[in-house]
């Protein structure tokens, strides 16, 4: 098995691995500690996500690319799933794709299933726990009312599953590689082939048309303070009066 | 602003399309509840509502489905699809979007809703908006989508003008599941798709039910007791577990305790995790992100404990009480359990028909 690619979703904050695609960057890192295989870590966005990638690399990554283009701006999750795919394509090679379940900021959970529906590749979402058995995936995979296990063929994309792992520090040896430099590649859209037609805030099928501060509804907020023995005996009667609890 | 090449004439997609989730053969909550929001949204535009229920040996569950408002069911029944996959799903609803162009296709934000919509999205090549909590129709009858902005702090209207059908996720409990009408009749349609082994690309192994021995979960409960970053430690739960067993009901949680590793992501309630709308919440320790108020603000009664008099959550407390938790929630378990020993009080949810 060689290489995997890591897939990094959009970072909120410059200098923060989003937490989900921490996960499952530690996830690509412990295959490559058990089976010696390659990971490279994808991301799309601005130079400023640099640290990120270098981040990544010091945790035990073997090198980075980053999809950075100005027209790439505005992306929906359209777009994005087809710019990652072609880039995971140009980087070749590839027998796993990981993504975090979800960004913390969109939450969508849509880039990762999209990138395999545009690479027509197996998909296993919110895995938990990956092996690899006679050459194929085995994925514990997290439903609402149970547990799965899933077997598919590489290559194939798995997300992973939010908090199922603690994401390793970065290790002093990490840190020298990525001080060697070079292990960071930037990419445009031109580099990869990817048509902007087909990218940026003007090809997305939606749009944002306007946004509302949220009004919340009003509610009647008695608010007790005081001694708390006071306080429960009179939120425990308006509870019984107003008839939600008692019988 | 012009937004997306336009893939097809809009003018030629028609209907509203509710994507039936199942498992053991039955339906699942999310898509008894989508049913309702989709017959209001048919008759808005003045078209029909249809359910996809892609599945093996589905018929009776196809028309138990119409008793929630659909006009018809496109069934899909093949032995390959009889549990959700991926592949297949995806293919049958491809199949079935390209031949009949629905204006409209909703999906509950599930874990196989995601799983299909983010898969689909990306092969049709249309707009997908995510956890959707209010749909409205605008002036040119394109559908509008509203779901928690990326702060949280506001609601985003999500406009798909020039691509068909426009998708959308609801999470479980943003809508209220219509009144089932046994009577209702409609029409199953028995639909065939292009399916071959290739598309089975990926086996479920083994399935494991959890166990209800784990208590109650939130999203069933009448009563939800949430804790926050207030609670400080995993071991301070147990105190809101006594709580929630006094009252019948039970533990949730904030983003916040959640992140700090307390307590596991399946009790998360907020914008990144369940909505719940139980008859009384009570939020201990929780200031109130408006990603937190995302999931619980349908709550019929709410109840805040905070330290904090400035806690935002207080804002939307029906009752508040300010003062340490740590002393405030003992206090609640002692009073409930002498009020439970006088013999003439079972502190449990007020069941809705005596309401």
């Known amino acids: 098995m060689d290489p995997v690619t890591q897939t990094l979703k959009r970072v909120g904050v410059p200098s923060e691995i989003n937490p989900p695609d921490a996960n499952a960057l530690e996830m690509a890192l412990q295959l490559k500690d058990r089976l010696g295989t390659e990971v490279v870590v994808l991301s799309m966005g601005p130079t400023s996500f640099d640290e990120s990638l270098e981040r990544a690399v010091a945790m035990g990554a073997d090198r980075s690319v980053l999809l950075t283009d100005r027209i790439l701006g505005g992306s929906d999750t359209v777009p994005t799933a087809y710019a990652l795919s072609e880039t995971i394509q140009k980087i070749g090679g590839y027998d796993l794709l990981l993504c975090g379940e979800e960004t913390t900021d969109a939450s969508t959970g849509h880039v990762g299933p999209g990138i395999a529906g545009h690479l027509d590749v197996p998909q296993i979402t919110y895995a938990s726990e990956i092996r690899i058995v006679d050459g194929k995936v085995r994925a514990r995979r997290t439903a609402e009312d149970g547990t799965e296990w899933w077997e598919t063929t590489m290559p194939c994309l798995c997300t992973v599953n939010f908090g199922c792992n603690r994401p390793r520090e970065p290790t002093l040896t990490g840190k020298i590689r990525v001080k060697r430099g070079g292990l960071v590649t930037h990419w445009s859209c031109a580099d990869v082939g990817i048509d902007p037609k087909k990218v940026g805030l003007f090809n997305s099928p939606t749009i944002v048309a306007k946004v509302d501060t949220v009004r919340l509804p009003s509610r009647s907020g008695q608010i007790f303070s005081g001694e708390p023995e006071e306080s429960v005996r009179k939120l425990l009667a308006s509870l019984v009066a107003d008839r939600v609890i008692g019988a | ?355």
């Open chain 2, 1 to 355: 602003m012009t937004d997306g090449h336009p893939v097809e004439d809009k003018s030629h997609f028609h209907g509203v399309w509710v994507f039936l989730e199942h498992r053991k053969l039955g339906l699942r909550d999310v898509s008894a509840q989508l049913i309702g929001e989709g017959r209001r949204l048919a008759d808005l535009r003045g078209t029909t509502l249809t359910g996809v229920l892609p599945g093996h040996g589905v018929d009776d569950l196809a028309r138990h489905a119409i008793g929630y408002g659909l006009d018809r069911v496109i069934v899909v029944d093949d032995p390959i699809l009889e549990t959700y996959a991926s592949r297949p799903y995806s293919q049958v609803m491809a199949q079935l979007i390209r031949r009949h162009k629905p204006e409209i296709v909703l999906y509950g934000a599930s874990k196989n809703g995601r799983d299909l919509g983010g898969r689909l999205h990306a092969i049709l090549e249309t707009g997908l908006a995510a956890d959707c909590v209010k749909f409205d129709v605008d002036a040119e009858g394109n559908l509008d989508m509203i779901r928690p902005s990326f702060g949280g702090k506001s609601l985003a209207h999500i406009l798909c003008k020039k691509h068909r059908p426009q998708m959308a996720s609801v999470r479980r409990n943003v809508f209220v599941a219509p009144p089932h009408d046994p009577t209702r009749t409609g029409e199953v349609v028995r639909e065939t798709v292009t399916l071959t082994p290739a598309d089975v690309d990926a086996a479920l192994l083994e399935f494991e039910e959890f166990t209800k021995e784990g208590g109650l979960q939130p999203e069933q409960a009448d009563i939800v007791v949430s804790g926050g970053y207030g609670l400080g430690d995993s071991k301070n739960f147990a105190m809101l577990q006594e709580l929630a067993d006094l009252l019948g009901g039970a533990v949730a949680a904030s983003r916040k305790a959640v992140d700090s590793g307390w307590v596991p992501k399946m009790i998360q309630v907020g914008q990144t995790g369940m909505t719940v709308r139980p008859k009384l919440y009570i939020a201990v320790g929780i200031s109130g992100a408006v990603q937190h108020l995302a999931g619980m603000q349908e709550s019929d009664k709410i109840v805040v404990i905070n330290l904090d008099p400035k806690a935002p959550l207080f804002e939307i407390a029906d009752y508040g009480i300010v003062g340490d938790l740590f002393e405030v929630v003992p206090e609640m378990i002692r009073q409930l359990r002498a009020l439970r020993a006088t013999g003439a009080f079972v502190p449990q949810a007020v069941p809705a028909a005596a309401r």
